[in-house]
């Protein structure tokens, strides 16, 4: 193939083939090939691609499976697209290294002129694991980066968060701001109003301090509906977190899990008995007994005690 396309799941994967068995319709046929490989050895090894085809849609575990009996896969390959990147290191980081270790052996047997190797990914967040992706397995990458608070992470901007009342906003900036400048600096403050603006200028100095890049966020109980955001925001930043964020925190979202209780239960929690991340999942998380009772679908008793085969 020319290109591998790789996607986090194979209902993602399933999506993108359609998609470009839609595209082939107005431009060149791609002959794409959906692969999904199982655990069985024998069909991974047994995989015949068909002749001409230009692009392969498949998952990290298939990739890797077929790589187990296809090593020289990548030989004729130009474009390898991650597609959600972040994602996919999220939720397959071995398998995701392994693949990119593979292509980049290939890449280092054959260096071509008229049909370079590529690597395409594509995704929402920047965070340590893309980072080392370019790092390590682009060559002179070009890097495109539409959200600002994406660019101030792949800038290393220091992110720093004060908790405060609403009433003591404008005087803790001005003691974050109270340095004794030694050296010029740009500093740029957002009020929320004009008259904190007059505040503020009234009374901040000028401000100094080391050559790296500082974001000051001052979050108050306004902010309440902020408060999980900004704490995901902080932990890929790395940034210090202060301990009364994680319990403001940890109120927010239980005021917002009383919320769902007429929402099904999370799939996740049903399947695996954790959540990927109960701060952004819509459904509910607590056992509710009016809607969680089960179901009598016969006049036998259900098991109360046993092995499930």
Same mark, same amino acid.
């Given at each position: ?6 996607? !986090? ?22 002959? !794409? $090939? ?37 090593? &020289?896969? +990548? ?7 991650? @597609? ?22 290939? $890449?280092? $047997? ?19 694991? $893309? @980072? ?7 060559? @002179? !990458? ?6 600002? %608070? ?30 004794? !400048? ?24 000028? %401000?100094?301090? @080391? ?78 007994? %009016? ?5 009598? &679908? ?6 109360? +005690?046993?092995?499930?085969?």
């Amino acid at each position: 193939p020319l290109a591998v396309i790789v996607c !986090p799941g194979w209902k993602k994967a399933q999506f993108i083939f359609e998609l470009l068995g839609d595209y082939s319709m107005s431009s060149r046929p791609l002959h !794409p $090939v959906l692969l999904t490989i199982g655990l069985h050895k024998d069909e991974a090894k047994n995989m015949k691609l068909p002749r001409g085809c230009d692009v392969i849609v498949t998952t990290p575990h298939s990739l890797l499976r077929l790589l187990t009996y296809r090593s &020289l896969l +990548f030989l004729r390959l130009c474009h390898l697209v991650l @597609d959600e990147v972040q994602v996919l290191f999220f939720e397959a980081n071995e398998q995701m290294f392994a693949i990119l270790d593979n292509f980049k052996k290939n $890449v280092e $047997v054959e260096e071509r002129e008229s049909a370079p190797h590529q690597i395409v990914a594509v995704g929402v967040h920047w965070n340590r694991h $893309v @980072d080392h992706l370019v790092r390590e397995f682009m060559k @002179d !990458p070009y890097i495109v980066i539409t959200a600002l %608070e994406e660019a101030a992470l792949y800038g290393n901007v220091q992110q720093v968060v004060h908790l405060c009342l609403e009433c003591e906003k404008t005087s803790t900036l001005l003691q974050v701001l109270d340095f004794v !400048p030694s050296q010029a600096q740009k500093t740029l403050i957002f009020t929320c109003s004009v008259a904190e603006t007059e505040i503020v200028c009234k009374g901040s100095p000028a %401000e100094q301090g @080391d050559k790296k890049t500082k974001s000051v966020l001052l979050l108050t109980e306004r902010n309440a509906s902020h408060a999980v955001g900004v704490l995901r925001y902080l932990e890929r930043a790395d940034a210090k977190i202060p301990s009364e964020l994680y319990e403001f925190t940890a109120g927010v979202l239980e005021a917002k899990e009383d919320k769902k209780a007429r929402r099904p239960l999370c799939p996740y929690l049903k399947a695996f008995g954790f959540c990927k991340d109960k701060r952004i999942c819509p459904d509910r998380h607590h056992i509710n007994p %009016e809607m969680d009772i089960p179901r009598k &679908l016969s006049n036998e008793s259900l098991p109360g +005690f046993g092995h499930i085969r």
